[in-house]
């Protein structure tokens, strides 16, 4: 039997699995690379990872937990929210197998990548995750580069956290990466995990970049899934008096690891205003050090 790919919006538990309440593989998404899951852990509960084909970094949401691979046992004492702080994490390999238990209960993000080098298992302290603050006035958000490309080494994947302040967009300018241009942009699927704080709702636009190209307008609430396979994304536009969160996972087969992106023609002006408008001074919404591009 031949499991249709989801569309571009996957609202929350339509692909819940077993213990995690969203799978999203390279299949179900109809690429070749690009994979996220959400493990829900009642407390005292574990569970067990073969890692396969793909490298995976565990990222706590909520809680902590002790991750077991490779003869190492890392402990992550994670956060209480994603609006909460940043969080430490721990990187598995490919062709491993790992444990994930949780004394107190949780939810840990799997973000992961179909990968060829085998890469050793390190832990990530959450003193070492750069946090930058992006864009300026109603544009202002916030982005944990815990597994940016040049920030920590990964095969294939990328993976950063971004926080929105209730009523300003982000992923603005609407920008792409579907296309492999050497020094000028680089070929990435990318998924949008969604959190609104509070039980908000908000909004992300996907508009075509070639004939036929992905079109979407949707409405994300927490659990919420993006799925962009290529076109201009942004903006993801948080609700007044709800900041929103989101977690992107990158990867794709450029034989460099890196986020090289081109602005929509039509909208890449507005990063010309940023230098007279200052960063939104609610941000940041926890430790940084603000350097607006």
Not at 61 to 78: K, M, P
Not at 169 to 184: A, F, I, N, R, T
Request: net charge negative; hydrophobic share 35%; aromatic share 8%.
């Amino acid at each position: 039997m031949t499991t249709k790919p989801y569309e571009g919006h996957v609202p929350a538990g339509a692909s819940a699995a077993g213990p995690y309440a969203l799978d999203i593989g390279p299949e179900r998404a109809g690429w070749s690379h690009s994979g996220l899951r959400v493990l829900e852990l009642a407390p005292g509960a574990a569970h067990s990872l073969d890692t396969g084909d793909s490298e995976w970094i565990v990222l706590p949401l909520t809680g902590g937990c002790t991750v077991h691979t490779q003869g190492e046992s890392f402990e992550l004492q994670g956060r209480e929210s994603v609006f909460g702080g940043v969080t430490d994490f721990a990187y598995l390999p490919r062709d491993a197998h790992a444990q994930i238990a949780s004394g107190a209960g949780g939810r840990f993000a799997l973000a992961g990548a179909k990968c060829e080098r085998k890469l050793p298992a390190r832990y990530g302290p959450a003193p070492e995750v750069p946090v930058e603050l992006r864009g300026a006035g109603d544009c202002s958000r916030q982005v944990n580069n815990f597994a940016a490309a040049g920030v920590f080494a990964c095969d294939r994947l990328i993976a950063v956290e971004v926080l929105t302040p209730g009523g300003n967009w982000s992923s603005y300018p609407p920008h792409k990466h579907d296309e492999d241009l050497p020094g000028v942009e680089s070929e990435l699927e990318e998924i949008y995990y969604f959190e609104v704080e509070d039980g908000g709702v908000g909004y992300h636009r996907v508009s075509p970049s070639r004939p036929g190209g992905t079109d979407l307008l949707a409405e994300v609430r927490t659990g919420d899934t993006v799925l962009i396979p290529d076109g201009w994304h942004g903006p993801s536009i948080a609700p007044p008096g709800r900041d929103m969160y989101y977690l992107n996972v990158m990867a794709g087969p450029g034989r460099t690891r890196e986020w090289l992106i081109s602005d929509h023609p039509e909208h890449g002006w507005i990063r010309d205003t940023w230098p007279a408008l200052g960063v939104d001074p609610r941000l940041p919404l926890y430790g940084a050090e603000a350097s607006a591009r």
